[in-house]
């Protein structure tokens, strides 16, 4: 199946069902037990800076080991799967010493999603398997002063964060079919994401088309830079996501009602993967598949959203709860937006026609 087809047969797919993304990552990665020997491998084996904790290595020191995490989100029902890049930028590896090796790491996590995606494929010919390009959120923001006594400092500028991301996607962008910048907690982190993939594009035959996700970080129903949901909707809109949405944070009982004002704003699919409740006092999430897929069927069936998944804490078992309880359930249709000016800051304004 060529990208083209797989994309017009999951756009054709959406049409008819919610679709289903995997679980979360990292928690996958941490059920493994790995030791610090296996993030530094045989290449970087006398790296002087400890790599334990930077899982996107893992694409090339443990390559099978990304491997079979993303068959088991295969097996488990899911339609599409996130590569293992959540931070494969120079900026955030460069907390490793790695930045020089972030495009290679992108790749390789790339190349790893879509060669899982294409061997369930082979085996289920009918069924298409989407790979996302996770462009996460980076370690250092373009909104925010990390010195206190010192508001407008920066630790980037746009421009690096542009090209942070641009480098990221052009390694990724020949083997997904999808960018997808999500847990985004600061919309111009975002807006760099967002240049850089329409950059990346411009010099592409086939465009990929872009996902975006933010991350509500408490009950305030604001980002952390302070947007609301329909704000950060608004600062967005202008990129024509195929899908945009919420994703980590909260549990799917606390951001049920910020799903909901997605709904009603955005004019293209809704994107919808909470973390598996909240996080107990060791930092671990509790919260069962089926308390999870619960939720999550009933923002199916109150026409909430289109693309499901989860984060944090969530596992195959999850996603396989997951497809059950959206089965069947049509879609969320997509409206028609009036058009009118259409303005944000931490809060949306607009100005009907």
Known sequence: MTRKERRARLEQLARERILVIDGAMGTAIQALGLDGADYHGEEFAGWPTPLKGDNDLLNLTRPEAITA??????????????????????ISQADYGLQEDAPRIAAAGAKLARAAADAFEARHEARPCGVMGALGPLSKTLSISPKVEDPGYREVDFDQVHKAYFDQAEAMAPYVDFFAIETVFDTLNAKAAIAACMDVNAGLDEPVPLILSGTITDNSGRTLTGQTTEAFWTSIAHARPWAAGLNCALGAAELRPFVADMARAADCLVIAYPNAGLPNAFGEYDESPQTTAAHLGEWARDG????????????????????KAVEGIAPRPVPKRPKALRLSGLEPFELAG
């Open 69 to 90: 995490i993303h068959e088991s989100y295969l097996d488990a029902g899911a339609d599409m799967i996130e590569t293992n890049t959540f931070n494969a930028t120079a």
């Open 304 to 323: 909430l959203v289109n693309i499901v998944g989860g984060c944090c804490g969530t596992t195959p078992d999850h996603i396989r709860a997951i497809v």
